[in-house]
Nanobody, 116 residues
Framework: QVQLVESGGGLVQPGGSLRLSCVAS????????MGWYRQAPGKQRELVAI??????TNYADSVKGRFTISGDAKNTVDLQMNSLAPEDTAVYYC???????????WGQGTQVTVSS
């Protein structure tokens, strides 16, 4: 099993910045991708950004140029969020993918609220 713990959410004004962090522990040796998803009230969970170890990064169109994902995609993944807008308000979830066990793991979520 893998445990994911997120930190860094909070309340920020429009145009501000936040940095989210996620640390994985447990059976992490075969994890090869980590990323961030978000879910706003009344909406489906959506991909924000994903980092595949040694391969690539991918971003949702809505966050390109504003958000940056970083980390080793095995143990840690961070999300630097700049130029935040009210539509970025959501619960943000850390995700890890283990291809050896075909298993996806989720953190408990951290609230990000963008409001004046």
């Amino acid at each position: 099993q893998v445990q994911l713990v997120e930190s860094g959410g909070g309340l920020v004004q429009p145009g501000g910045s936040l940095r989210l962090s996620c640390v994985a522990s447990g059976r992490i040796f075969s994890i090869n991708a980590m990323g961030w998803y978000r879910q706003a009230p009344g909406k489906q969970r959506e991909l924000v950004a994903i980092l595949t170890r040694g391969v690539s990064t991918n971003y949702a169109d809505s966050v390109k140029g504003r958000f940056t994902i970083s980390g080793d995609a095995k143990n840690t993944v961070d999300l630097q969020m700049n130029s935040l807008a009210p539509e970025d308000t959501a619960v943000y979830y850390c995700n890890a993918w283990d291809p050896l066990y075909s298993a996806a793991y989720w953190g408990q979520g951290t609230q990000v609220t963008v409001s004046s």
